[in-house]
């Protein structure tokens, strides 16, 4: 599986961006799919997490209530809707395939990583 993010840019704080990432493949429809963040200086962590239904929705607890993951199989692209955003959200998000339908909190739990799109969010 080959992944595509895109999307990021530069917005002011309570502003909106969505990420897309377009994967190649054919087990996208039976991969559960996630999205990482990852700020200067700090480790990659979890934003989101969906499973390949798209039943199974997981957040951060930091971006619940703001973000919203969602993905379209006919499409092979999982999306990250990002609402009300912050200075502190500003990092590079990286989308990744699971190993498993299900999908996972851990960067372990992912095979497959796209190759990041910076977002930033000015105060």
């Known amino acids: 599986v080959q992944l595509q993010a895109s999307g990021g840019g530069l917005v002011q704080a309570g502003g909106s961006l969505r990420l897309s990432c377009a994967a190649s493949?054919?087990?996208?429809?039976?991969?559960?799919m996630g999205w990482f963040r990852q700020a200067p200086g700090k480790e990659r962590e979890f934003v989101a997490a969906?499973?390949?239904?798209?039943?199974?929705?997981y957040y951060a607890d930091s971006v619940k209530g703001r973000f919203t993951i969602s993905r379209d199989n006919a499409r092979s692209t999982v999306y990250l809707q990002m609402n009300s955003l912050k200075p502190e959200d500003t990092a590079v998000y990286y989308c990744?395939?699971?190993?498993?339908?299900?999908?996972?909190?851990?960067?372990?739990?992912?095979?497959?990583w796209g190759q990041g799109t910076l977002v930033t969010v000015s105060s």
């Open positions: 990744a395939a699971a190993r498993d339908p299900y999908g996972s909190r851990s960067v372990q739990g992912y095979t497959y």
């Open positions: 969906i499973s390949w239904s798209g039943d199974g929705l």
């Open positions: 493949g054919r087990t996208f429809s039976t991969s559960a």
